[in-house]
Nanobody
């Protein structure tokens, strides 16, 4: 059964914005830190942002100041607001648990930033 469904990706010009959403299963969302990851072709998947159940956030240096992660526990949804996008941000973006435990990956959502 699908537990993570990402959406909101697309093609955007450099400097533009996108907002990604991740709908998670009720049984895994509320008590866990959630994270957004990305993977570009030929590169390793990396964690770009995480948010605890209490709302504390952490960001990779490459996105700090440009991306904002948030969550709506009532809707079992985590968001990633991406501003000032750069071509280097082009990747497939995935959500998952943000700690040591990872569950099955969803399909992800493609973000492509062009110039």
């Amino acid at each position: 059964q699908v537990q993570l469904v990402e959406s909101g990706g697309g093609l955007v010009q450099a400097g533009g914005s996108l907002r990604l959403s991740c709908a998670a299963s009720r049984n895994i969302f509320s008590i866990n830190t959630m994270g957004w990851y990305r993977q570009a072709p030929g590169k390793q998947r990396e964690l770009v942002a995480a948010i605890t159940s209490g709302g504390s956030t952490n960001y990779a240096d490459s996105v700090k100041g440009r991306f904002t992660i948030s969550r709506d526990n009532a809707k079992y949804t985590v968001y990633l607001q991406m501003n000032s996008l750069k071509p280097e941000d082009t990747a497939v973006y995935y959500c998952n648990l943000g700690g040591r435990v990872i569950i099955s990956w969803g399909q992800g959502t493609q973000v492509t930033v062009s110039s």
